[in-house]
């Protein structure tokens, strides 16, 4: 699992949130002395990804509007089903603040938009000025399983990963695989 941490001018940015407690403790230990007020921003409603929300209770927690809803309705299922996963506590924190298309930090130049196709919440981040596209999981876990496993129709998968094409960025990060560069965008294209 792949956190993400982006140092704004304004804001720092942790993407996702992991495990529980334990897994962003270490960004946590990192930023202490920075003064800077801390986003969370959820990439979908899946229990790796949002489990830590509960380390941020003061702080603004961004996601789609259907990832809030989904954790809300889900969240107990989520812990009888993989309780036995939960790295640190874990203590349900909805997102606070929530969009349906697209949400811009100007001050810092990153952007949140709607990016269907792993979940029908998943939200991508890019950040303008490091040239940096967080996709999270709408790229799979290994290069023989690029495509990852869709809960929307494959066509929507498509439309998001052809906004990725047109989009300006060098490197792609992903919740589960390695750094990777745009290219793995045409290799996905060319396997659709």
Known sequence: MNLYLLKGEKYNYIIDTGLGSLSVAPIIEY??????QIIVINTHYHWDHTWGNGSFENCMIISHKL???TLQSEWTDMIQNNSHRCYGEVKMNLPNLVFEQEL?????KIRL??????TIDSISVLDEEEKVLVVADNIGESMEDIIPSLDCDKEVYMNTIKKYEQMDFDTCISGHNTVLNK???????GMM
């Open 31 to 36: 930023i202490k002395n920075d003064t800077k």
């Open 67 to 69: 990832c809030r809803e």
């Open 104 to 108: 811009y930090f100007p001050e810092d």
């Open 113 to 118: 938009f709607y990016s269907p196709g792993h």
């Open 183 to 189: 290219k793995v965008i045409g290799k996905i294209l």
